[in-house]
């Protein structure tokens, strides 16, 4: 089957760093997409990444090793409003999403 | 701005009375999608149109249908509401299912209530 492995919730401070794991397992791959969502709201898309490597984007960067299943989100400079639950997700060879279960992130002063 | 757009943001309907879900589009992307998704869970997709073409999921139940009359709006009908049903309803839109334009832009949701 398919599957999509992301911690349930994490906590970080205030202008602190955090990094928000995933880990695939999908039939194909045609890349990996991150999206925030905060809460009752709809997912804004984050990244793509479809080659390895980092893909930075001002505070926000987005990791992906396809040998290893494997990609990260990299918050910096925490802000208050970052906290929100971060969805990782993977288009297979079908071109279909599939989904985690999303990250929430709680920011602390 | 481009952009897309849910109606209403907040449904309720009575168990068993039938309920329709609209989205419309500003953005003229190929395909327009409708997810349900439930607290703390991933957006489970229900269908997605490719242009006309309309693409069931395996597990979406008969209950719900979808119309797409043209290329900026799509409808979700709901047809006999019931409590499980209850749950954001996520319409999303991208420009192809590939080729790069793969990426899903989402409206803000409408969240139905099931009584």
């Known amino acids: 089957g398919q599957n999509i492995d992301q911690p349930t919730e994490m906590t970080a401070t205030e202008g602190a760093i955090v990094q928000i794991n995933c880990t695939y397992q999908?039939?194909?791959?045609?890349?990996l997409f991150w999206y925030q969502q905060h809460a009752g709201e709809a997912p804004t898309f984050l990244s793509y990444?479809?080659l390895d490597g980092l893909e930075e984007k001002g505070r926000f960067s987005s990791f992906l090793s396809r040998s290893k299943g494997y990609s990260y989100l990299l918050l910096k400079e925490l802000q208050m409003k970052d906290s929100a639950s971060y969805l990782c997700?993977?288009?297979?060879?079908?071109?279909?999403?599939?989904w985690g279960a999303g990250t929430k992130l709680i920011i602390k002063p | 701005d481009a952009m897309v757009i849910q109606n209403p943001r907040y449904q309720v309907t009575q168990f068993g009375k039938p309920v329709t879900l609209s989205c419309s589009q500003t953005l003229n992307h190929n395909v327009m999608y409708w997810y349900q998704q439930k607290s703390s869970q991933a957006p489970k997709l229900l269908f997605h149109y490719y242009d006309k073409d309309f693409n069931n999921e395996a597990d979406t139940p008969d209950n719900f249908q979808s119309r797409r009359p043209n290329t900026s709006f799509c409808f979700l009908d709901i047809r006999s509401p019931g409590l499980g049903d209850a749950a954001m309803y996520l319409c999303a839109t991208s420009r192809e299912r590939g080729q790069g334009g793969e990426t899903q832009y989402f409206g803000p949701g409408t969240r139905l209530l099931v009584l």
């Open positions: 990444n479809v």
């Open positions: 999908t039939s194909g791959f045609n890349g």
């Open positions: 997700a993977v288009m297979d060879s079908n071109y279909q999403l599939i």
